[in-house]
């Protein structure tokens, strides 16, 4: 689908948390990250109820098929240059462009159909910080001349962080799951041919602790055209969301499981650890000291084949010897790291 839906789209009103969980940049994508998107069967699923302190219990999914969204620089798409404001980009069916910054993530425009498509007035995706009580609104515009036809696009957009809980899923229990409604009205005008489409989208997507991109999201579609209303519904689940603060550098698949060298080492006092992982499975890199009590976690999940990255930083730790031991089914590394200050 030619649409971004990694994040949410609105602009930031006004804010109150009262959540665990409140999202911020970190879960703005990199280049390298990949977003796997399994749509399963509707059957039975609805979104439950709002409010705080919910539980939403969804422990078998059917699966039925899946799309894979890739992130990339805008250069590496051999189009970036169409979309000057655009530092990162994505594609499944398309290209889709998009101007990220710590505050906030703007959708500039999208490459399809050999055609570039710009936004006359930005959609914004996300600003930060947003959590639970958070209500953001949003208008956009785009102008296209597609297929010697001249369409308006005007949207709007209401989303609110309206429920909190514990979400079970057939891939874990997460708890302190944030969940947002979103509900965008686009309204395309056929200047061509003097018709009007309408589209409502309403769209519950839960986000969960060390996680980019949302696990799970049922999304409700209206399409009004010609004096005729057709509705559909998706129910999509993420299985692999990348942890946050870890940063795919290859997709290519290891023939081993490798821990890397941290470099620069000695550092001070920040570092990169370099890992690879050849099949998916959960991944465990941990730190220690030099007497060999466990200084913190660096990395506890599942994860993909392919090769990582992970920053360390070590502001509020003292000079020393460190280690770090990653762990993954048999595989198990440990390698030195000093701290000067």
């Not at 997507?205 to 999304?219: A, D, T």
């Amino acid at each position: 689908m030619c649409k971004f839906t990694l994040l949410v789209f609105g602009l930031l009103v006004t804010v109150q948390s009262y959540s665990q969980l409140t999202l911020t940049s970190a879960i703005n994508p990199s280049p390298g990250d990949m977003q796997i998107d399994v749509r399963a069967d509707t059957t039975g699923i609805t979104q439950g109820n709002s409010g705080a302190n919910q539980t939403w219990n969804y422990p078998t999914l059917v699966r039925l098929d899946s799309n894979v969204n890739q992130w990339m620089t805008p250069a590496s798409t051999g189009h970036g240059d169409l979309f000057p404001t655009s530092n990162i980009a994505s594609l499944d069916t398309c290209y889709n462009f998009f101007d990220e910054t710590p505050s906030r993530v703007d959708m500039v425009g999208y490459y399809s159909s050999n055609t570039a498509i710009n936004y006359n007035n930005p959609e914004a995706v996300m600003t930060f910080p947003f959590g639970y009580n958070s209500v953001m609104t949003d208008s956009f515009t785009v102008l296209v001349n597609l297929n010697n036809q001249t369409i308006l696009r005007r949207g709007y957009e209401v989303f609110t962080g309206d429920a909190w809980g514990i979400i079970n899923l057939p891939f874990g229990t997460f708890l302190n799951a944030l969940r947002l409604k979103e509900v965008i009205t686009i309204k395309d005008t056929s200047y061509t041919y003097q018709s009007v489409l309408n589209t409502t989208y309403t769209i519950y997507e839960w986000y969960v602790p060390g996680k980019k991109f949302s696990v799970f999201k049922i999304m409700y579609t209206t399409i009004s055209v010609l004096g005729y209303t057709f509705n559909y519904k998706n129910v999509i689940y993420n299985p692999n969301s990348v942890p946050i603060g870890i940063r795919p550098i290859s997709t290519q698949v290891p023939d081993k499981y490798d821990l890397k060298q941290n470099y620069p080492n000695p550092f001070n006092p920040k570092t990169i650890i370099g890992f690879q992982v050849p099949r998916s499975g959960f991944v465990n890199l941990k730190l220690f000291d030099v007497q060999g009590r466990e200084a913190t976690t660096l990395v506890n999940d599942d994860l993909v084949p392919g090769k990582y990255e992970i920053e360390f930083d070590a502001s509020n730790y003292a000079s020393g010897i460190y280690f770090y031991k990653l762990q993954a089914e048999t595989y198990s590394e440990t390698k030195k790291m000093v701290l000067i200050k």
